[in-house]
């Protein structure tokens, strides 16, 4: 690629050439790796403008509602792909072949029980723990359990611990809930799909067969492979920074789900549902549309708005799609349904969201659909990382198979107290 330059022209300084890198789609970006040499830092709180790698795993056009994962676009593998195939392909870069699909499959497939011992770890949680809350605790646990291949500089090491987190994660998120609501552990069980082991782990109980529901397995998969990886997001942020030190993969992803479960990241979609049932009935839309426009009211339309996304949320469009055909299938009719179409319609109109180009995003129509598979509010965000897990590893995979990667350490604009001498209790 052409050799670009920009000039920066600093008070009292000579000019100081920034390289410009090129990317494959999507903005270049200005190397600013030598500005500290000029006495100036940049500064970009919330990271708005700011490309913290280059990576090669998804990419994210925002005024255009794109979302590619390796090239292929979103809408295409949540209607044609599977999970697995997608984790496949984000940890290798390219779609499996057949050997490659069947022996990734099996892999992840005989990985799924964890040690035994981390049952008795839950016991130490109220039974009333909020489900994110065990799931932080536990993933970051598994740095206790599994203390061989963690030489995070040997690619097979690194392999290793992405197959586990994979593999395990479900179990995990199953064993919350099942902790959660009183009832016994459930093992996953090797003759069913990723989707149907953890469906089976969620809502088997002992007393009584339990049949997977081909309709709901096919939309779980689906709803994996919508939130499986979002660029450079702030969980995934948290697990590269964590994981640029070196620190051990299972408590990076553990700090990746602290990020996640926030209310304005994947804890959207738990206060989405919750805000569509504070709602309640289409006519009580208007108010809420006021308290979303309100500068002096914290209140956010949950499920709308994205620091990148100036159009549809491409995921969004799969997800209304999936839940009109999941109710349907299943011959649900869910008032909140009618609440979410009609809020959607309202808000696409609305000044207000048009000028600031608010749209639904991914948060918004899933936990209709999780709701409509017997998942509780309080586990939404749960499936969330479950899903994201495997983005996650994917970019501390990347970071790490790098050569002279750094360890992140931002600066800042100091604007505190200049130089002062210690002043003794006495003489204060
Ligand atoms: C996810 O980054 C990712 O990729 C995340 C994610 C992923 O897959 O990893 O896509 C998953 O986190 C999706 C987003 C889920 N969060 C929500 O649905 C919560 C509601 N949304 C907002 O909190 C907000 O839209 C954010 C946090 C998503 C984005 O916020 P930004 O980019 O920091 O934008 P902003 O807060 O500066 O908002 C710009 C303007 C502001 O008004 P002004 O100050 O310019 O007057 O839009 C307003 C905001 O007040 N605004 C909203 C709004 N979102 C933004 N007003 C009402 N309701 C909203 N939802």
């Not at 970006?29 to 990576?55: H, M, N, R, W």
């Not at 949680?125 to 203390?147: E, I, K, N």
């Not at 805000?275 to 308290?291: C, N, Q, T, Y």
């Not at 639904?360 to 409509?372: E, H, L, R, T």
């Given at each position: 690629?052409?050799?670009?330059?920009?000039?920066?022209?600093?008070?009292?300084?000579?000019?100081?050439?920034?390289?410009?890198?090129?990317?494959?789609?999507?903005?270049?970006?200005?190397?600013?790796?030598?500005?500290?040499?000029?006495?100036?830092?940049?500064?970009?709180?919330?990271?708005?403008?700011?490309?913290?790698?280059?990576?090669?795993?998804?990419?994210?056009?925002?005024?255009?509602?794109?979302?590619?994962?390796?090239?292929?676009?979103?809408?295409?593998?949540?209607?044609?792909?599977s999970?697995?195939?997608?984790c496949?392909?984000?940890l290798?870069?390219d779609?499996?072949?057949?050997?490659?699909?069947?022996?990734?499959?099996?892999?992840v497939?005989?990985?799924?029980?964890?040690?035994?011992?981390?049952?008795?770890f839950?016991?130490?949680?109220?039974?009333?723990?909020h489900?994110?809350?065990?799931?932080?605790?536990?993933?970051?646990?598994?740095?206790?359990?599994?203390?061989?291949?963690?030489?995070?500089?040997?690619?097979?090491?690194r392999?290793?611990?992405?197959?586990?987190?994979?593999?395990?994660?479900?179990?995990?998120?199953?064993?919350?809930?099942?902790?959660s609501?009183?009832?016994?552990?459930?093992?996953?069980?090797?003759?069913?799909?990723?989707?149907?082991?953890?469906?089976?782990m969620?809502?088997?109980?002992?007393?009584?067969?339990?049949?997977?529901?081909?309709?709901?397995?096919?939309?779980?998969d689906?709803?994996?492979?919508?939130?499986?990886?979002?660029?450079?997001?702030?969980?995934?942020?948290?697990?590269?920074?964590?994981?640029?030190?070196?620190?051990?993969p299972?408590?990076?992803?553990?700090?990746?789900?602290?990020?996640?479960?926030?209310?304005?990241?994947g804890?959207?979609?738990?206060?989405?549902?919750?805000?569509?049932?504070?709602?309640?009935?289409?006519?009580?839309?208007?108010?809420?549309?006021?308290?979303?426009?309100?500068?002096?009211?914290?209140?956010?339309?949950?499920?709308?708005?994205?620091?990148v996304?100036?159009?549809?949320?491409?995921?969004?469009?799969?997800?209304?799609?999936?839940?009109?055909?999941?109710?349907?299938?299943?011959?649900?009719?869910?008032?909140?349904l009618?609440?979410?179409?009609?809020?959607?319609?309202?808000?696409?109109?609305?000044?207000?969201?048009?000028?600031?180009?608010?749209?639904?995003?991914?948060?918004?129509?899933?936990?209709?659909?999780?709701?409509?598979?017997?998942?509780?509010?309080?586990?939404?965000?749960?499936?969330?990382?479950?899903?994201r897990?495997?983005?996650?590893?994917?970019?501390?995979?990347?970071?790490?198979?790098?050569?002279?990667?750094?360890?992140?350490?931002?600066?800042?604009?100091?604007?505190?107290?200049?130089?002062?001498?210690?002043?003794?209790?006495?003489?204060?």
């Amino acid at each position: 690629m052409a050799d670009l330059k920009a000039t920066l022209n600093l008070p009292g300084k000579d000019s100081f050439e920034l390289p410009i890198k090129q990317g494959i789609e999507g903005f270049d970006v200005l190397d600013i790796s030598k500005l500290g040499t000029q006495g100036y830092f940049t500064f970009d709180p919330g990271f708005l403008a700011t490309a913290s790698c280059e990576s090669a795993i998804t990419y994210i056009d925002g005024a255009q509602g794109i979302l590619l994962h390796r090239g292929y676009p979103i809408d295409q593998l949540a209607t044609q792909s599977s999970y697995l195939d997608v984790c496949y392909l984000l940890l290798n870069g390219d779609l499996p072949n057949k050997e490659q699909h069947s022996n990734f499959v099996q892999t992840v497939t005989q990985h799924t029980m964890v040690n035994e011992q981390l049952s008795t770890f839950f016991k130490g949680f109220r039974r009333d723990a909020h489900p994110m809350a065990m799931l932080c605790g536990v993933t970051g646990a598994l740095a206790a359990f599994y203390q061989d291949s963690l030489d995070v500089n040997d690619e097979r090491h690194r392999e290793i611990a992405a197959y586990r987190l994979v593999s395990k994660m479900p179990t995990l998120a199953a064993m919350c809930y099942k902790y959660s609501v009183g009832q016994p552990f459930v093992y996953p069980r090797n003759d069913l799909s990723y989707a149907g082991n953890f469906l089976h782990m969620m809502f088997s109980v002992p007393c009584e067969e339990y049949h997977v529901n081909p309709v709901v397995e096919r939309a779980m998969d689906r709803i994996f492979i919508l939130h499986a990886d979002h660029e450079q997001n702030a969980s995934t942020s948290t697990v590269r920074l964590a994981g640029s030190s070196g620190a051990n993969p299972f408590a990076c992803i553990a700090a990746g789900i602290a990020s996640l479960w926030g209310p304005a990241h994947g804890g959207a979609n738990e206060a989405c549902l919750n805000m569509l049932e504070e709602i309640g009935s289409v006519d009580r839309i208007p108010e809420f549309i006021a308290k979303a426009k309100d500068k002096s009211d914290p209140f956010r339309l949950m499920g709308f708005g994205h620091r990148v996304y100036k159009n549809f949320d491409p995921r969004a469009k799969v997800m209304r799609e999936t839940c009109h055909e999941v109710l349907k299938e299943l011959n649900i009719q869910d008032p909140l349904l009618d609440v979410a179409m009609e809020l959607e319609r309202i808000a696409l109109e609305d000044e207000y969201f048009v000028s600031k180009k608010l749209y639904p995003n991914v948060d918004f129509y899933s936990g209709i659909i999780m709701k409509a598979i017997g998942i509780p509010t309080s586990m939404f965000t749960v499936m969330f990382a479950l899903a994201r897990t495997v983005g996650w590893i994917s970019h501390w995979k990347e970071m790490l198979d790098t050569p002279g990667h750094k360890i992140g350490r931002p600066r800042q604009l100091y604007t505190g107290s200049a130089h002062r001498d210690f002043v003794k209790l006495e003489k204060r």
